[in-house]
Every structure is written in C-alpha cells, then in structure tokens.
C-alpha cells in the first residue's frame, strides 16, 4: 500500500499540502527567531509528501523542546492540527477514505507538537539511544 497510496495520495492533495508547508517554512526561516519553525515545517512537508510508510516517534523532549512547542502552538500549530483532524474525520467517514485519514491523524499529530518527534520508517525497529 506504501508506493501506491502514496502516489494517490500525491494526486489528491499531497503535492499541495507539502508546497503550502514548505512555502510556510520559508517564510518562517526569514526571520533568525524563526528557522527552528521553519525547520519543522519543512520536516512536515516531507512526511505531507509522502505520508504512507512512515511512522511519527516521539522521542525525549526536554525543556527546549516543550518552549518550542508551546510557541508552537501559540502561532498556528492548533488550527493545522485541527484541520488535518477534521479532513481526517471527513475521510475516515466514507469506508476508502480510512487509510487516508489515518495519515491525516498522524500529520494532525506532528502538527500539533512537532518538536521532540522523529519521522522513521514504519517497516523498521526503531530505539531511542541516549
């Protein structure tokens, strides 16, 4: 399913979604303050591309992590979170649709606390060495 829903997923919105991201991200960058935003967008552009075959991982999120999330939040991170929920639900209605809204869900997550995840493959283990 990883190739193929990935291909129908770019032709039914994926390109678009992954553009506006990494457009976002750009903007971001252009201020020093910023690029950590602007970096986590264009991570989420990259999984908003290709969503299916990978997994979000969260992994040890320190106090760094958790500033950057609540300014996260602050500036725009609920209301994406919210709308890939919501097409996620709309999606998730119609019985084809599951699949893709299981990939919303899950950019729905990365959007709403980005900092602190990893995307990895789902096909692999995946440990956390510190």
Known sequence: ?????NLI???????????SWFFIGCLWCLTIIG????????KIAKLSLMPFGKDVVRGESGFGSLLWNILWLIFGG???????????VILAITIIGIPFAKQHFKLALLSLVPF?????????????IR
């Open 78 to 88: 609920l209301e994406l979170a919210v709308m890939h929920l919501f097409v996620g």
């Open 9 to 19: 997923w770019m032709i039914f919105g994926g390109i678009i979604s992954a553009i």
């Open 116 to 128: 602190g995840a990893r995307i990895v493959p789902s096909n692999t283990l995946y440990m956390d």
């Open 1 to 5: 399913m990883g190739c193929l829903g």
């Open 35 to 42: 690029i950590p935003l602007g970096l986590q967008c264009f």
